[in-house]
């Protein structure tokens, strides 16, 4: 089984990302995330839960790929003949559409501007209506369940479930 230089050059830069994030999950995590003696499920996750998770699905992203690698690099091949450069771009600028400079600018006004004054819910509820407009979806009753849907499903999981407050505004007192 030969493997390309492309495969081996992947597989290097996986084991070393690998690496990287054990020694994020093992070393960092544990010294930079005090979690609080006898911190138990009834007051909530631990602070450390989000970066534990993050840790072990990049690791188990990065495993599989691994594997997928090592054992089929012909997959890998393939996905690169997709994916490969056809070098015919001939030095054309790069160019984004107003639409898309109209979704970041609203990105950027939900979580600099509307959340820290009117909080999470009602400020994600207009952003998530506004991306569905700029997308091009206009029947209004679409544009009101779906979003509001989608907070009251946030909601549930942070508040309820996961005993984790989002910001309520400043005009909200949070």
């Known amino acids: 089984m030969t493997r390309s230089a492309e495969v081996r050059s992947e597989i290097l830069l996986l084991t070393v990302l690998l690496a990287a994030d054990l020694l994020f999950y093992a070393v960092v995590i544990p010294f930079g995330i005090a979690d609080p ?9 631990p602070p450390s839960f989000s970066a534990k998770v993050a840790a ?19 997959i890998a091949q393939a996905d690169g003949d997709i994916l490969a450069d056809d070098g015919d771009d001939a ?39 506004a991306l569905m407009r700029i997308m091009g979806e ?15 499903l946030i909601w549930g999981l942070f508040d ?11 005009i909200f007192g949070g």
Not at 61 to 73: A, C, H, K, Q
Not at 138 to 152: D, E, K
Not at 160 to 170: C, D, K, Q, T
Request: hydrophobic content about 60%; proline content about 5%; overall charge positive.
């Open 37 to 45: 003696q006898g911190f138990g499920l009834d007051e909530g996750l």
């Open 56 to 74: 072990g699905l990049l690791a188990l992203i990065m495993t599989i790929r691994l594997v997928s690698l090592w054992f089929r690099p012909e």
């Open 91 to 129: 030095g054309e600028p790069i160019t984004i559409s107003t639409r898309n400079l109209v979704g970041i600018a609203a990105a950027l006004v939900f979580a600099y501007v509307l959340v820290p004054v009117i909080g999470f819910y009602i400020s994600g509820f207009l952003l998530l209506s």
């Open 160 to 170: 309820r479930i996961f005993s984790i407050n989002l910001p309520a505004g400043v």
């Open 138 to 152: 206009a029947r209004l009753l679409v544009l009101a369940w779906q979003p509001a849907v989608v907070v009251f």
